[in-house]
């Protein structure tokens, strides 16, 4: 993510009486408001932790991953807090639909797609959303888990593995074959990624300098 206020002390939470702040959320690339809502300390933590906005839901009365049920996550890349320290503006790339009835968001607004959203954010969804829930809570039943486990050296080496795997398949007519393939050598790299603690975004940014 590109700018994280980590210093949760500048937040007023115990300004209400139940501790929560309201928090709206903007998306990263359209500017548009995409939905409003409420954290406490614990969701702030967990939101900077994750990458992945997280609320205090006020009905359920309890801490809620926008995206927990639907995987429309939202996926923090700037964290900002007003002049007052009682409200929190986050940026972020919406990994779907924010609002439940399917829209764009909950303002009934219509988001245009454009390049930099579409199918290709399904990657910042899987590495923030998946592959780093399994790095941060462990499963021993998770293939994604067990490649943790492994450490760095040998997920480098499987990741080498899938790359020759695209190479043979390349030289066939089967394209059904080599997009799986390349799918294999795409996810098993986001897990390298996240093991060095590198976002697919830091990557999209050398590739943008290039190409500016």
Same mark, same amino acid.
């Given at each position: 993510m590109n700018t994280m206020n980590k210093n949760k002390s500048t937040i007023a939470f115990d300004k209400s009486a139940d501790g929560l702040v309201p928090v709206v959320i903007q998306d990263v690339h359209s500017d548009k408001v995409l939905m409003l809502g409420f954290m406490n300390e614990e969701a702030y933590e967990k939101t900077l932790q994750e990458g992945t906005v997280t609320f205090y839901s006020r009905s359920k009365q309890r801490l809620w991953t926008k995206g927990e049920t639907s995987g429309n996550f939202l996926l923090v890349k700037e964290?900002?807090?007003?002049?007052?320290?009682?409200?929190?503006?986050?940026?972020?790339?919406?990994?779907?639909?924010?609002?439940?009835?399917?829209?764009?968001?909950?303002?009934?607004?219509?988001?245009e797609k454009n390049s930099s959203r579409g199918e290709a954010a399904f990657l910042n969804y899987l590495q923030k959303a998946v592959i780093r829930d399994r790095k941060l809570n462990p499963s021993e =039943? =998770?293939?994604?888990? =067990?490649?943790?486990?492994?450490?760095?050296?040998?997920?480098?080496?499987?990741?080498?593995?899938?790359?020759?795997e695209v190479v043979i398949e390349a030289?066939?007519?089967?394209?059904?074959?080599?997009?799986?393939?390349? =799918?294999?050598?795409?996810?098993?790299?986001?897990?390298?990624?996240?093991?060095?603690?590198?976002?697919l975004d830091d990557v999209i940014s050398v590739l943008r300098s290039r190409h500016a």
């Open positions: 964290v900002l807090i007003d002049c007052d320290q009682d409200t929190v503006l986050i940026k972020a790339a919406p990994a779907g639909p924010t609002c439940h009835t399917g829209a764009d968001t909950c303002f009934g607004e219509v988001i =039943s =998770s293939y994604t888990t =067990s490649l943790f486990n492994l450490g760095i050296n040998k997920i480098a080496q499987k990741v080498g593995e899938e790359a020759v030289k066939d007519d089967n394209d059904d074959l080599f997009k799986g393939e390349v =799918s294999d050598l795409l996810f098993h790299l986001l897990v390298l990624l996240e093991q060095k603690n590198i976002d």
